[in-house]
């Protein structure tokens, strides 16, 4: 268990109960302007280093950029290392996606100094649960900050402003930024470099706020993408999908290729050849149907070839409830369904269990794996260690949010980029991204996925980042991919997170040790913020 520094109790722990309630529907707004928080000391070993550090979780006030009036209040929590020099050390906001996430996944999961002890990928049994110090956390190379947007955790709008006020591409983008600008002004952090962390909607997040913080003076030194969704145009794109589907049926004992790679990287360049020649040939050809690319299809999945003609050799396919046909199918045989956020998880998928709605609180094998130990122990962390607590019901996920959300987004060239006529979602954000890594040319990025995400697929984020419109081949060379054999919350598996750990070291290594390019980055904020 983490050490209190100076022992439990310490005379510097300063708790809070805070008694505003925090509404989470689209009409609640709160009138408290405070931003009282609870802190306290910890210390933790990582890397053979004991770090001390100071736990803040409170709330800090944002205001609307014309008037300087409030307009939200966003709860955090921070592990910032003590005495620390501003100029040297790294601070890193993270957030989830949905939208309509708070930020809980990515803090209990990934690189805080503790995390969740979980059974992945088979189920995590009921409580008693364990948390445990995170040997894996990045507070040795950065102090962490993790965000809840508003209408998430206890994070809400300011009367008059209403929680949908913030629901959307841009005004989303453009609250987190102003909780970025509070944060480095009340914590003196202006002159840190600066990080992005952000997990599948997060990652489109991401692009939108690094662009929009550019134009407004905040340089940042790198972004971490982890299962990115840069394209809606392409979500269910079967050719982006094959190559998961592949993994997935390898991982299961049902790929059919003759003989079964030893080695899951060999099978996914394959799959990935395949699918972006002969497969995609196929699909462009349909209804015409080449014998030999089906049963190369079928030897990939799994999936018999009277099923995949059936399908129109769409491995992507959904049925009329939501169900990702690939994932209900490939072992139907043994009752059970594959988790689209992590197929090597599986679930019963018979009788009740079959009919349940896999959209409705969170019903997939894979969430289902671990709600029940997110839940508590995020109760149990922050009410007891962090000694924060409130009347008000903590909203994890909101699916008010993501219903009431707007899509529409204006890109750098001031095209509109959202919903198009018949109300069909075509985000695209990969354009931002582009044009704040040619404006940043020392702004360093790193793409991470997990080969058994079904929901964001790895392949189609390589292709994505392929044909972002960033023309530049000196620039690219500042974007990385990286794959785990994990799952969309990669952190969950944990050879994935000590892996996605080093490959965070050593991004964090060259943007911060890179002191040319650290001045340059500073000269750019202070060129855009004069």
Same mark, same amino acid.
């Given at each position: 268990?983490?050490?209190?520094?100076?022992?439990?109790?310490?005379?510097?722990?300063?708790?809070?109960?805070?008694?505003?309630?925090?509404?989470?529907?689209?009409?609640?707004?709160?009138?408290?302007?405070?931003?009282?928080?609870?802190?306290?000391?910890?210390?933790?070993?990582?890397?053979?280093?004991?770090?001390?550090?100071?736990?803040?979780?409170?709330?800090?006030?944002?205001?609307?950029?014309?008037?300087?009036?409030?307009?939200?209040?966003?709860?955090?929590?921070?592990?910032?290392?003590?005495?620390?020099?501003?100029?040297?050390?790294?601070?890193?906001?993270?957030?989830?996606?949905?939208?309509?996430?708070?930020?809980?996944?990515?803090?209990?999961?990934?690189?805080?100094?503790?995390?969740?002890?979980?059974?992945?990928?088979?189920?995590?049994?009921?409580?008693?649960?364990?948390?445990?110090?995170?040997?894996?956390?990045?507070?040795?190379?950065?102090?962490?900050?993790?965000?809840?947007?508003?209408?998430?955790?206890?994070?809400?709008?300011?009367?008059?402003?209403?929680?949908?006020?913030?629901?959307?591409?841009?005004?989303?983008?453009?609250?987190?930024?102003?909780?970025?600008?509070?944060?480095?002004?009340?914590?003196?952090?202006?002159?840190?470099?600066?990080?992005?962390?952000?997990?599948?909607?997060?990652?489109?997040?991401?692009?939108?706020?690094?662009?929009?913080?550019?134009?407004?003076?905040?340089?940042?030194?790198?972004?971490?993408?982890?299962?990115?969704?840069?394209?809606?145009?392409?979500?269910?794109?079967?050719?982006?999908?094959?190559?998961?589907?592949?993994?997935?049926?390898?991982?299961?004992?049902?790929?059919?290729?003759?003989?079964?790679?030893?080695?899951? #990287?060999?099978?996914?360049?394959?799959?990935?050849?395949?699918?972006?020649?002969?497969?995609?040939?196929?699909?462009?050809?349909?209804?015409?149907?080449?014998?030999?690319?089906?049963?190369?299809?079928?030897?990939?999945?799994?999936?018999?070839?009277?099923?995949?003609?059936?399908?129109?050799?769409?491995?992507?396919?959904?049925?009329?409830?939501?169900?990702?046909?690939?994932?209900?199918?490939?072992?139907?045989?043994?009752?059970?369904?594959?988790?689209?956020?992590?197929?090597?998880?599986?679930?019963?998928?018979?009788?009740?269990?079959?009919?349940?709605?896999?959209?409705?609180?969170?019903?997939?094998?894979?969430?289902?794996?671990?709600?029940?130990?997110?839940?508590?122990?995020?109760?149990?962390?922050?009410? #007891?260690?962090?000694?924060?607590?409130?009347?008000?019901?903590?909203?994890?996920?909101?699916?008010?949010?993501?219903?009431?959300?707007?899509?529409?987004?204006?890109?750098?060239?001031?095209?509109?980029?959202?919903?198009?006529?018949?109300?069909?979602?075509?985000?695209?954000?990969?354009?931002?991204?582009?044009?704040?890594?040619?404006?940043?040319?020392?702004?360093?990025?790193?793409?991470?996925?997990?080969?058994?995400?079904?929901?964001?697929?790895?392949?189609?984020?390589?292709?994505?980042?392929?044909?972002?419109?960033?023309?530049?081949?000196?620039?690219?060379?500042?974007?990385?991919?990286?794959?785990?054999?994990?799952?969309?919350?990669?952190?969950?598996?944990?050879?994935?997170?000590?892996?996605?750990?080093?490959?965070?070291?050593?991004?964090?290594?060259?943007?911060?040790?890179?002191?040319?390019?650290?001045?340059?980055?500073?000269?750019?904020?202070?060129?855009?913020?004069?």
């Amino acid at each position: 268990m983490a050490k209190r520094a100076g022992g439990s109790g310490h005379a510097a722990d300063q708790a809070y109960f805070d008694p505003t309630a925090y509404g989470n529907g689209p009409d609640d707004a709160i009138t408290d302007v405070t931003e009282n928080a609870a802190v306290t000391k910890h210390t933790v070993k990582i890397g053979g280093r004991t770090i001390r550090y100071t736990a803040t979780a409170g709330h800090l006030v944002t205001v609307d950029p014309g008037s300087s009036l409030p307009n939200a209040k966003l709860f955090y929590v921070a592990f910032t290392e003590d005495n620390q020099p501003e100029q040297t050390r790294p601070v890193t906001f993270f957030y989830n996606g949905g939208p309509g996430s708070s930020a809980v996944f990515v803090l209990l999961g990934s690189f805080a100094p503790r995390r969740i002890r979980t059974s992945m990928p088979g189920f995590t049994p009921p409580a008693p649960y364990a948390m445990e110090d995170n040997p894996d956390s990045l507070l040795d190379r950065s102090d962490l900050v993790f965000i809840n947007p508003v209408g998430t955790g206890y994070s809400a709008a300011i009367a008059p402003h209403k929680n949908r006020d913030f629901w959307g591409v841009d005004k989303d983008a453009e609250s987190i930024k102003q909780f970025i600008k509070r944060f480095l002004t009340k914590n003196s952090r202006w002159n840190s470099p600066k990080f992005l962390f952000g997990e599948s909607y997060g990652t489109a997040r991401s692009c939108v706020l690094a662009y929009r913080l550019h134009e407004d003076g905040v340089d940042l030194n790198g972004i971490t993408l982890q299962s990115s969704i840069l394209d809606y145009r392409q979500a269910g794109n079967p050719v982006g999908a094959l190559p998961t589907a592949a993994a997935d049926a390898w991982y299961h004992g049902r790929l059919g290729v003759t003989p079964v790679p030893a080695q899951l #990287e060999a099978l996914l360049a394959d799959a990935a050849q395949f699918a972006r020649t002969d497969y995609l040939a196929a699909l462009r050809k349909l209804p015409a149907v080449d014998a030999d690319v089906v049963a190369k299809l079928g030897e990939f999945t799994g999936i018999d070839v009277a099923t995949l003609r059936a399908w129109q050799l769409d491995v992507a396919a959904y049925d009329s409830r939501g169900h990702a046909l690939f994932l209900t199918t490939l072992l139907e045989d043994k009752g059970v369904a594959l988790g689209a956020y992590d197929g090597r998880v599986t679930a019963i998928d018979t009788g009740i269990a079959g009919k349940i709605d896999p959209n409705s609180g969170g019903n997939d094998p894979t969430m289902t794996a671990v709600t029940g130990v997110y839940t508590t122990m995020w109760n149990f962390y922050l009410n #007891e260690q962090l000694k924060f607590t409130s009347n008000s019901s903590f909203a994890d996920l909101n699916d008010q949010a993501f219903k009431y959300w707007d899509f529409g987004h204006v890109d750098p060239t001031g095209a509109q980029q959202g919903l198009d006529a018949q109300g069909n979602t075509i985000l695209y954000t990969a354009g931002d991204l582009a044009a704040v890594m040619a404006l940043n040319v020392d702004l360093k990025v790193l793409s991470a996925n997990g080969v058994y995400d079904f929901v964001t697929p790895f392949y189609q984020t390589v292709m994505d980042l392929q044909q972002m419109p960033l023309l530049s081949q000196q620039v690219r060379q500042n974007l990385s991919a990286r794959f785990y054999p994990s799952g969309h919350m990669v952190y969950l598996d944990g050879a994935s997170r000590t892996a996605l750990k080093a490959d965070l070291a050593a991004m964090y290594s060259a943007a911060v040790a890179d002191t040319a390019a650290l001045g340059r980055v500073r000269a750019l904020q202070a060129r855009t913020r004069g």
